[in-house]
């Protein structure tokens, strides 16, 4: 359960921050969903609430880029030198290195034991 303390502690920090401002609660709200996420499931703390221009914006320019349609109506168009897509594979590989670094930590923790020393002591996530 402190894992969503720790998190709406950090959540009401980020709101007071706003003077009298609009704020974005959809925004809050997916960046608090996905650090808890990442503390229960993965044992990772993806530190959106804190820092919003980190990995996880990197994920959601991929994302974005992906989404456009214009690649759906004409898949080859990527071909062509005015719908070059070098930065948007550079930031995949950067989020396949993010996610091949979770995987080798949970990799590790596996083989030290210290997956089931966590297991015993209740603080384990769920991968």
């Known amino acids: 359960m402190h894992v969503f303390d720790e998190n709406a502690v950090k959540l009401l920090k980020v709101i007071e921050k706003v003077d009298n401002g609009h704020i974005e609660v959809k925004e809050l709200m997916y960046r608090l969903t996905l650090d808890v996420l990442g503390r229960v499931a993965f044992g990772f703390d993806f530190n959106n609430l804190e820092d919003p221009t ?7 320019e991929v ?32 989020i396949y ?31």
Do not use: H, W
Request: net charge negative.
């Open 54 to 60: 980190n990995d996880v914006t990197t994920y959601q």
């Open 63 to 94: 994302t974005a880029e992906c989404e456009k349609p214009i690649y759906f109506i004409i898949p080859f168009i990527e071909y062509f030198l005015c719908f070059d897509r070098t930065e948007a594979r550079k930031k995949v590989a950067k």
């Open 97 to 127: 290195e993010l996610y091949n670094g979770l995987i080798e930590t949970k990799r590790k923790s596996m083989e030290t034991e210290e997956l089931n020393i966590k297991i015993s002591n209740n603080t384990a996530d769920f991968l």
